[in-house]
């Protein structure tokens, strides 16, 4: 049985052998010739780029391009299977290496207090390590390409990473396309090369301020929305179609936070996006325009790993998803679904469909999703294609296991919850909604009962946001029982088609003209949106956050300030959209709203 263990854990004395032969896998299958299929840049390219020869046949003959033809799965129920095998890919492929070592793909403990307090491990920002004795450049620290990522006059050269490029992460920009970007990109990287904080400094003190959402005058992990809270939150969630991906989370009534979210963010976060600077009380600082200001080099970093067409190339990527499938089976062992996982089939955010994403080679438009769906290009030592059930049970179907980090425990207990249920509220007063929760309770044993509520849209405004007086224990007392209250903001129909790339969601509330932080989430996306079909079908987004850490300071949805906030491609500059609270916004509007859940155990 192959361990995973933590990567910090390498640097313990008694692991002095592991680590050494785990570095020197990694160099030698960076050092493979590409056409070698365990070479790392034959498996990393499974997951984006370069696209050449993948699509079996046509989806529309007049139209070819447009589609998405990487193999990974984002967006939809697939995406924690689909990357756990690949997860395994590149680990298969450092064991054909050093074959009589003790070889595996350790993960970067994430929400551990180390990483809390000082970001990546050193393992992963050193300039040289040493292999067999030898002192040599760290072999996790890029990687340079050996191949161009697109062909030269295709379509798709804003993708473009040229032979002997060497993937970057924040505070640098690897723009490679066109010219005139490339040129931007150089004097940015230059400049970055001057400064007096080293670009390793820049990127942990990016790493702290993202993984606790917060500045330093507070204690790590403070903020509701930290990505360790995301990790919380989504660990919670019983249903695993919610658990899974983005779509099924924030594409409902209620917002719910899914893997996929905390795994975005941290993309974004090595990739080039930064937290807003705050003043000593807290509070934002601001342009002379009213708008945020924000921390370290956000203006001109653009990083691979912010980008899903060439993430896999930094060899970060492999140890960030490793920690995800770690999430992911600390999820499987805690609703004890080990063995089977279940996708709700009825799925009415589509969740369960590739439209999140659309369809990657030999999947069709809009395809339903199961766990028998094959998971390409992954086949096992017969070359029968996998499906997600042939990687339910990481211990007795693949033959490793993870050390217990963070977030996890030797023993969870059966839980009590065996079912979900969700009430949508409706009318325009208290009353009203109190007379809907208390005939929504259901009498059957160990069901758990949750019902939500715009309260946005409640008209009468001397009611839009009642307070409540919850009890030491987080409960209210309404129609005669006690409920778990919990409050999110949802930031709904984001037009990603008006946005290059991937972007970042900020929500702030307003005291005595200031700006304080709610939290932030990131959206992983693609530069070029034209050329995909899927796109243009479906072309927004939603995110949440948890608020009932500042609910005191909402006196009403005006008191709310949401940015999007992304890259500009060519000149590197933050482009940032404002959103004003409007109640009577159009349905298809960009719009957020204040949704509260009223959660019961019987």
Same mark, same amino acid.
């Given at each position: 049985?192959?361990?995973?263990?933590?990567?910090?854990?390498?640097?313990?004395?008694?692991?002095?052998?592991?680590?050494?032969?785990?570095?020197?896998?990694?160099?030698?299958?960076?050092?493979?010739?590409?056409?070698?299929?365990?070479?790392?840049?034959?498996?990393?390219?499974?997951?984006?780029?370069?696209?050449?020869?993948?699509?079996?046949?046509?989806?529309?003959?007049?139209?070819?391009?447009?589609?998405?033809?990487?193999?990974?799965?984002?967006?939809?129920?697939?995406?924690?299977?689909?990357?756990?095998?690949?997860?395994?890919?590149?680990?298969?492929?450092?064991?054909?290496?050093?074959?009589?070592?003790?070889?595996?793909?350790?993960?970067?403990?994430?929400?551990?207090?180390?990483?809390?307090?000082?970001?990546?491990?050193?393992?992963?920002?050193?300039?040289?390590?040493?292999?067999?004795?030898?002192?040599?450049?760290?072999?996790?620290?890029?990687?340079?390409?050996?191949?161009?990522?697109?062909?030269?006059?295709?379509?798709?050269?804003?993708?473009?990473?040229?032979?002997?490029?060497?993937?970057?992460?924040?505070?640098?920009?690897?723009?490679?396309?066109?010219?005139?970007?490339?040129?931007?990109?150089?004097?940015?990287?230059?400049?970055?090369?001057?400064?007096?904080?080293?670009?390793?400094?820049?990127?942990?003190?990016?790493?702290?301020?993202?993984?606790?959402?917060?500045?330093?005058?507070?204690?790590?992990?403070?903020?509701?929305?930290?990505?360790?809270?995301?990790?919380?939150?989504?660990?919670?969630?019983?249903?695993?179609?919610?658990?899974?991906?983005?779509?099924?989370?924030?594409?409902?009534?209620?917002?719910?936070?899914?893997?996929?979210?905390?795994?975005?963010?941290?993309?974004?976060?090595?990739?080039?996006?930064?937290?807003?600077?705050?003043?000593?009380?807290?509070?934002?600082? #601001? $342009?002379? @325009?009213?708008? %945020?200001?924000? *921390?370290?080099?956000?203006?001109?970093?653009?990083?691979?790993? !912010?980008? /899903?067409?060439?993430?896999?190339?930094?060899?970060?990527?492999?140890?960030?998803?490793?920690?995800?499938?770690?999430?992911?089976?600390?999820?499987?062992?805690?609703?004890?679904?080990?063995?089977?996982?279940?996708?709700?089939?009825?799925?009415?955010?589509?969740?369960?469909?590739?439209?999140?994403?659309?369809?990657?080679?030999?999947?069709?438009?809009?395809?339903?999703?199961?766990?028998?769906?094959?998971?390409?290009?992954?086949?096992?030592?017969?070359?029968?294609?996998?499906?997600?059930?042939?990687?339910?049970?990481?211990?007795?179907?693949?033959?490793?296991?993870?050390?217990?980090?963070? #977030? $996890?425990? @030797?023993?969870? %207990?059966?839980? *009590?919850?065996?079912?979900?249920?969700?009430?949508?509220?409706? !009318?325009? /007063?208290?009353?009203?909604?109190?007379?809907?929760?208390?005939?929504?309770?259901?009498?059957?044993?160990?069901?758990?009962?949750?019902?939500?509520?715009?309260?946005?849209?409640?008209?009468?405004?001397?009611?839009?946001?009642?307070?409540?007086?919850?009890?030491?224990?987080?409960?209210?007392?309404?129609?005669?029982?006690?409920?778990?209250?919990?409050?999110?903001?949802?930031?709904?129909?984001?037009?990603?088609?008006?946005?290059?790339?991937?972007?970042?969601?900020?929500?702030?509330?307003?005291?005595?003209?200031?700006?304080?932080?709610?939290?932030?989430?990131?959206?992983?996306?693609?530069?070029?949106?034209?050329?995909?079909?899927?796109?243009?079908?479906?072309?927004?987004?939603?995110?949440?956050?948890?608020?009932?850490?500042?609910?005191?300071?909402?006196?009403?949805?005006?008191?709310?300030?949401?940015?999007?906030?992304?890259?500009?491609?060519?000149?590197?500059?933050?482009?940032?959209?404002?959103?004003?609270?409007?109640?009577?916004?159009?349905?298809?509007?960009?719009?957020?709203?204040?949704?509260?859940?009223?959660?019961?155990?019987?």
């Amino acid at each position: 049985m192959t361990v995973r263990t933590s990567l910090r854990d390498l640097d313990k004395p008694e692991n002095a052998r592991k680590k050494n032969d785990f570095l020197k896998a990694w160099k030698l299958i960076k050092e493979l010739p590409p056409s070698n299929p365990n070479s790392f840049w034959s498996v990393a390219s499974y997951h984006g780029m370069p696209y050449k020869n993948r699509r079996v046949e046509p989806l529309h003959p007049e139209k070819d391009e447009l589609v998405w033809d990487g193999y990974c799965q984002h967006a939809n129920v697939l995406f924690p299977t689909w990357h756990r095998f690949f997860c395994l890919r590149i680990e298969q492929a450092l064991q054909t290496v050093v074959p009589s070592g003790q070889v595996a793909l350790h993960y970067w403990d994430e929400t551990s207090a180390e990483s809390l307090q000082h970001g990546l491990p050193d393992i992963l920002t050193q300039p040289t390590v040493t292999i067999d004795g030898a002192t040599v450049p760290n072999p996790l620290l890029g990687f340079t390409i050996p191949r161009p990522t697109a062909e030269p006059g295709g379509d798709d050269l804003i993708y473009l990473k040229p032979a002997g490029y060497t993937t970057v992460r924040y505070p640098f920009s690897g723009i490679q396309y066109p010219p005139e970007a490339k040129a931007v990109a150089d004097a940015h990287n230059k400049m970055v090369d001057g400064l007096n904080q080293t670009p390793t400094q820049l990127l942990q003190e990016n790493c702290y301020y993202w993984l606790n959402v917060q500045r330093a005058i507070n204690p790590p992990g403070s903020n509701t929305n930290s990505i360790l809270e995301e990790f919380k939150e989504c660990l919670n969630v019983p249903n695993y179609t919610v658990f899974s991906n983005t779509t099924s989370a924030t594409g409902s009534s209620a917002t719910y936070q899914a893997l996929e979210q905390p795994h975005n963010d941290i993309h974004l976060m090595v990739g080039g996006f930064t937290t807003p600077m705050t003043n000593e009380d807290g509070s934002v600082k #601001l $342009d002379d @325009a009213g708008d %945020p200001m924000y *921390a370290g080099l956000m203006k001109g970093a653009n990083g691979d790993m !912010g980008e /899903n067409e060439t993430a896999s190339f930094d060899p970060i990527f492999f140890f960030h998803h490793c920690n995800i499938d770690r999430m992911f089976w600390v999820w499987q062992k805690k609703w004890h679904q080990t063995d089977n996982i279940t996708i709700n089939p009825n799925d009415p955010t589509r969740g369960n469909t590739n439209i999140g994403q659309g369809p990657t080679p030999n999947q069709t438009p809009g395809q339903e999703l199961t766990t028998e769906t094959i998971l390409y290009p992954f086949q096992d030592e017969l070359g029968v294609p996998r499906t997600s059930m042939d990687c339910m049970n990481i211990e007795s179907q693949l033959g490793y296991t993870y050390a217990i980090g963070s #977030l $996890d425990q @030797a023993q969870w %207990p059966t839980p *009590a919850v065996k079912q979900h249920h969700i009430v949508s509220l409706k !009318g325009n /007063n208290w009353g009203e909604i109190e007379t809907d929760l208390a005939e929504s309770v259901s009498t059957e044993e160990g069901v758990r009962t949750k019902a939500f509520v715009n309260r946005s849209q409640i008209t009468d405004a001397t009611m839009a946001i009642p307070l409540f007086a919850e009890g030491d224990d987080g409960t209210v007392e309404l129609a005669g029982a006690k409920w778990k209250v919990n409050n999110h903001i949802k930031v709904s129909n984001i037009e990603k088609g008006s946005i290059a790339g991937s972007f970042a969601v900020y929500a702030y509330y307003k005291k005595d003209d200031k700006l304080y932080p709610i939290g932030q989430r990131a959206v992983l996306d693609r530069w070029d949106r034209e050329r995909c079909e899927n796109c243009q079908r479906n072309p927004r987004a939603a995110v949440g956050f948890s608020v009932d850490h500042c609910m005191e300071h909402i006196a009403d949805m005006n008191t709310v300030v949401v940015y999007l906030v992304s890259h500009d491609a060519k000149s590197g500059d933050i482009k940032a959209a404002k959103l004003n609270y409007e109640a009577e916004s159009a349905e298809k509007d960009a719009r957020f709203d204040l949704i509260t859940s009223f959660e019961q155990s019987i």
